[in-house]
C-alpha cells in the first residue's frame, strides 16, 4: 500500500520517525497513573501510520517487513515505553483479526482499528504464562446453541488498556481441553474490565483484569478454535518472542543516551557510556539478525535484554545521583521500567536463571 496521506512514516530511516518520538519522549514523564492513558502519544502514532506498520497490505497496513518493524519499536520504546507496550498489545490484537480465517472479526474492525477510532487489545496470557499452576483454567468457554455459538465466562487477569478497549481478543478454555479464541466487543453489559491497576511502572497503560459473566459469542467473533493450543494455531503470530527483548533494548538504548550526554559535561562517564553503548549495539545487532530469519535463541537472548536493560538504567540513576530519584526525572522511570522485564511475558527459563543469578547459584537451570 502506498501511505493514503503524506504524513505516514514511510521506514524507520524516515525523518518523520525522529519527530515522532521527539514528541514521545517530550509526553513520556505524564503517563503515570491510569488516569493519565496516553491518549495525545497514542493518537500521535494513528495519524503519523504507526498502527499500520505491522499488517501487510491486504489488511489495510503498510506490510512493514520484520527487521523495520523491529527498528521501528526499537526507536518507539527508546522514547516512551507506556505507549510502545500499549502499542504492542494493540499490534496483537490486530494481527489475530487480521490472520483469523473468518473474514467476520475484520470486516467488523480492521479499518477502525488502523485509522485509531477503535482500540483493540489482548487478554491471552492465561492460556501462556499466567495462572498456569492452578488446577482450573480461569476462562472457561462452553457450546450454546440458543445464542449461535459460545458463552464465555471467567477472569482474564491482565488486560493492557481494559477500560479502553473497544474489542478485546480473548482467550478461553473448554472442559475438554480445547481452546479458542474470540474478537469480543466490550459493549456487552456482561463484561467488567477494570479501571487500570497502579503498577510498579506503566501505570498509564490502564492494565487491569477484564471479567466476563457467562458473556455470549455469536460465530462472527470466533478468530480460532475450538482446537488444541490455540495460541500456536500461528493465527497473527509475532516474531517468536523477540518483541519483549526489542523493548527492552529499546529503553537501553534511552539510558546510554542519556549517559552519554551527561557524559559531556563529566568525562569519567564515558568509558561508561561507550561500554554500554557496545553491549546495546551488539544486542541490537544480534536482534536484528533474528528478525531477519537467521537461526536465534530467543531466551537466551531475552535473558540478556534482561540484564541489560537492568545495568543500563541502574548506570543511569547511578550517574544522575539523587537529582534521578526524584520523581520525574527520567532515569527513575526507566529504572521501574526495566523491573517490568522481569515479569512481562517472562518464560521460566529466563525467569529461573534470572533466579539463579541473584542468589549467586552458579550451575544453569537451562537443559
Ligand atoms: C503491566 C502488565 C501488562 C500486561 N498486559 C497483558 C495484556 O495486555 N495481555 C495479556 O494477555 N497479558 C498481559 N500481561 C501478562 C504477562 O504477560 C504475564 O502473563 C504475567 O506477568 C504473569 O504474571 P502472573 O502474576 O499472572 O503469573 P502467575 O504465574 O499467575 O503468578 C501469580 C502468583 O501465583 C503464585 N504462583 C505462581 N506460580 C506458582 C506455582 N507454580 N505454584 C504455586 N503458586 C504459584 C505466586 O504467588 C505468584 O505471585 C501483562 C503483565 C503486566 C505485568
Not at 474470540?182 to 474490565?193: G, K, L, N, R, Y
Amino acid at each position: 500500500m502506498t501511505a493514503e496521506s503524506p504524513q505516514f512514516i514511510e521506514s524507520p530511516d524516515d525523518p518523520s520517525l525522529d519527530r515522532l518520538c521527539q514528541t514521545l519522549a517530550g509526553w513520556a514523564g505524564r503517563w503515570r497513573s491510569p488516569a493519565d492513558w496516553p491518549a495525545d502519544s497514542l493518537a500521535a502514532c494513528a495519524s503519523a501510520g504507526v498502527f499500520r506498520w505491522f499488517l501487510p497490505e491486504s489488511a489495510g497496513g503498510m506490510g512493514w517487513n520484520d527487521v523495520d518493524q523491529t527498528r521501528g519499536y526499537l526507536r518507539l520504546a527508546a522514547a516512551d515505553l507506556t505507549t510502545t507496550f500499549i502499542l504492542t498489545q494493540f499490534v496483537g490484537a490486530c494481527r489475530r483479526i487480521a490472520g483469523s480465517d473468518n473474514p467476520e472479526p475484520s470486516r467488523r474492525w480492521l479499518s477502525k482499528l488502523m485509522d485509531g477510532s477503535a482500540f483493540a487489545t489482548v487478554g491471552i496470557s492465561h492460556l501462556t504464562t499466567s495462572r498456569q499452576h492452578l488446577a482450573e483454567p480461569v476462562m472457561r468457554v462452553w457450546e450454546d446453541p440458543s445464542v449461535g455459538g459460545f458463552r464465555i465466562s471467567g477472569t482474564a487477569p491482565w488486560v493492557t488498556g481494559a477500560p479502553r478497549a473497544d474489542v478485546i481478543v480473548i482467550a478461553g478454555t473448554f472442559d475438554d481441553g480445547r481452546e479458542l479464541l474470540a474478537a469480543v466487543p466490550v459493549d456487552h453489559p456482561s463484561i467488567e474490565p477494570g479501571p487500570g491497576a497502579d503498577l510498579l511502572a506503566l501505570s498509564g497503560s490502564c492494565t487491569d483484569q477484564v471479567v466476563l459473566h457467562d458473556t455470549p459469542l455469536s460465530a462472527e467473533m470466533v478468530i480460532a478454535g475450538p482446537q488444541a493450543d490455540v495460541m500456536r494455531s500461528g493465527v497473527g503470530a509475532g516474531t517468536g518472542g523477540l518483541q519483549t527483548s526489542t523493548l527492552a533494548i529499546g529503553v537501553s538504548r534511552a539510558a546510554v543516551d542519556y549517559l552519554f550526554h551527561e557524559s559531556t559535561r563529566r568525562w569519567e562517564l564515558t568509558p561508561i557510556a561507550e561500554k554500554l553503548a557496545v553491549e546495546t549495539d551488539e544486542l541490537e545487532r544480534r536482534l536484528l539478525q533474528a528478525a531477519v530469519g537467521e537461526p536465534c535463541d530467543a531466551t537466551e537472548l531475552r535473558g540478556t535484554a534482561n540484564r541489560l536493560v537492568l545495568r543500563t538504567t541502574q548506570a543511569a540513576m547511578t550517574a544522575a545521583k539523587g537529582a534521578g530519584f526524584v520523581t520525574g526525572h527520567p532515569a527513575g522511570r526507566w529504572c521501574r521500567e526495566a523491573l517490568f522485564f522481569l515479569v512481562w511475558s517472562c518464560p521460566q527459563l529466563v525467569a529461573s536463571e534470572q533466579l539463579c543469578e541473584l542468589a549467586g547459584i552458579g550451575a544453569k537451570i537451562r537443559p
